[in-house]
Each structure stands twice: as C-alpha cells, then as structure tokens.
C-alpha cells in the first residue's frame, strides 16, 4: 500500500507518493506468476521449430519444416480436425441450451426452480473420472457404442453448466425497465427480447461460446472414457504420443491455437476500447 503526503510550497500542494515494501513485492510476484504460466507455452512454441526425428524429446536444431507441413505426424491432423468438430457442435448446442437455461433460472418463477440451480452446479462441482465413468456405463447399458456422438453428447453436458453460469450473470445485470419501456411502445414480447434483450446479452453469450470451445477441445478425461478406440481427438492423442515424444507438428497445432486464442482477446479488447472511447465522444 502506497500512502501520500502532502506538501505546502508557494501556495501549492504537492502530493508524494511514499513506496513500501509491498509496493516492489506484488510486481515481482506477479512477474513470477505470469513467467511461470508462459513458461509451458514457450516450450511448445520452441520444439515446434525443432528438427526432431522419432523422439522431440531434446531439442535437435531449428527447421521450418514442421509449419510448412503440420500434418506430416500420423494422424496428427485428424484428432484436430475431430476435436474442433466436437468443440463447434458441443458450443453450439450447449450455448443455446444454456442460454435459455440461464434466462429461465433469472427471469421466471416455477416450481423446483431452487433445485435446477443446485443441479447446475452438479457437472462443475463432480471429478471428471467419475462423470466420465458414469456417462460411460450410460452409454453401454443404451447400447451405444462410444465414438463421435458419445463424446459430443458428453461435452454438451458438462458444457452446459459453464454456459448457464456465465450468462446468468449477464441476464441478472440487465434492467427490466428496458423490457418494460419497449412493451410501452407497443412490441410484442418476441420483439422486446430480440430487440433489446438479446443484443444486451451478446457479450455473456459469446463468452460463453468461446469458454465452452475451449473446454471442450481441451477436454482428455472425460473424452477418454467416451471415444472408445476408433475415435481420438488432438487431446487424446498428444497423450498417446507422450512416450515416445510428442511429434513437433502437434506442437505446431497447439502454437496455432494459442496464437488464435491471443488474436481473439487482442481484436475484442481493442474493439472495446474503441467503443468505449466512442462512448465518451458521444456522452
């Protein structure tokens, strides 16, 4: 903490800031924290330059041709390829639920409604062993055998409590008046909700999308127990390959997503600031 005195010269004040010790702790600790969480993500970007053979255990000298051909692993592309149809099926199915899940939970009352937020939290709160194995006998005793649709119907479910929880919060910070001034100018309820509802939600909504995404194509447990031995996704298969090295190309892949994900907040971020200081103007 950082306490301020104040100094009378010439009539003026002048306000001095006094450091602590505390003052050069917290950045040296949040520099740490933040080294320590970049420190994974450095490793992998590195070894997907390395010239690796059969093992990209130690790193054997810079090559570009591991970006040049990112799918020259076996297999390596297809367990990409099916973990983001899982993760854009799962998102779109579990947001939609969810979403209306979340505006049910908020805006209405009903009979068992303090139950359903308990069971919301229930798919959170359980170790993904056992909801992996208990999808999985469900799953056997329906005689479905496991692969594609076992583990899209699995992320669906545990998807969709991180999307009700996130847009519930969205939902409980709106104004009910704005509903109740657009019935005053004669909308009808289907059109208060997609004219002014639904845009206020936007923000909840895609947060939720995209924290659904990346549960599900970062999922390995409960996709493990599901999948069978047919299916893989990028997870499963990076822990397959941990033995004997994970191939430099699954590294590039995870670059690949990082750098995405990094753009993402980059462009959301800068598209805020911008409408912020478009705000301002105007107000």
């Known amino acids: 903490m950082t306490t301020q005195a104040s100094v009378h010269e010439g009539g003026l004040v002048r306000r001095r800031r006094r450091f602590t010790l505390a003052d050069k702790i917290v950045p040296v600790f949040a520099g740490l924290a933040f080294v320590y969480l970049m420190v994974p993500v450095a490793y992998t970007v590195a070894f997907?330059?390395?010239?690796?053979?059969?093992?990209?255990?130690?790193?054997?000298?810079?090559?570009l041709d591991n970006w040049k051909n990112p799918c020259g692993a076996p297999q390596v592309c297809e367990a990409f390829v099916n973990?983001?149809?899982?993760?854009?099926?799962?998102?779109?199915?579990?947001?939609?639920?969810?979403?209306?899940?979340?505006?049910?939970?908020?805006?209405?009352?009903?009979?068992g409604r303090t139950l359903a937020n308990l069971l919301i939290f229930l798919p959170m709160s359980t170790p993904e062993v056992v909801l992996g194995a208990a999808?999985?006998?469900?799953?056997?005793?329906?005689?479905?055998?496991?692969?594609?649709?076992?583990?899209?119907i699995a992320h669906v479910m545990f998807c969709i409590s991180f999307v009700v929880v996130t847009v519930k919060a969205r939902v409980a910070s709106l104004d009910p008046r704005l509903e109740e001034a657009a019935a005053d100018l004669y909308a009808s309820p289907w059109a208060a909700f997609w004219r002014v509802t639904f845009p206020l939600l936007v923000p909840g909504i895609l947060a939720a999308g995209l924290l659904a995404f990346s549960l599900s194509f970062d999922d390995f447990?409960?996709?493990?127990?599901?999948?069978?031995?047919a299916f893989s996704t990028f997870p499963k298969f990076v822990y397959v390959s941990a033995n004997r090295g994970i191939p430099p190309q699954a590294n590039v892949l995870g670059s690949f997503m990082f750098f995405l994900a990094l753009l993402l907040v980059v462009v959301v971020q800068l598209v805020g600031a911008a409408r912020r200081k478009r705000h301002a103007r105007l107000g």
């Open 83 to 111: 973990s983001i149809q899982v993760g854009l099926i799962a998102t779109v199915v579990s947001t939609a639920l969810g979403t209306l899940v979340a505006i049910a939970l908020v805006r209405y009352k009903f009979r």
């Open 135 to 152: 999808l999985l006998a469900q799953f056997l005793s329906m005689a479905m055998r496991p692969g594609f649709t076992t583990v899209v």
């Open 48 to 63: 997907s330059f390395n010239q690796a053979g059969r093992r990209n255990l130690v790193w054997q000298g810079f090559t």
């Open 221 to 229: 447990i409960i996709t493990n127990f599901n999948s069978g031995s």
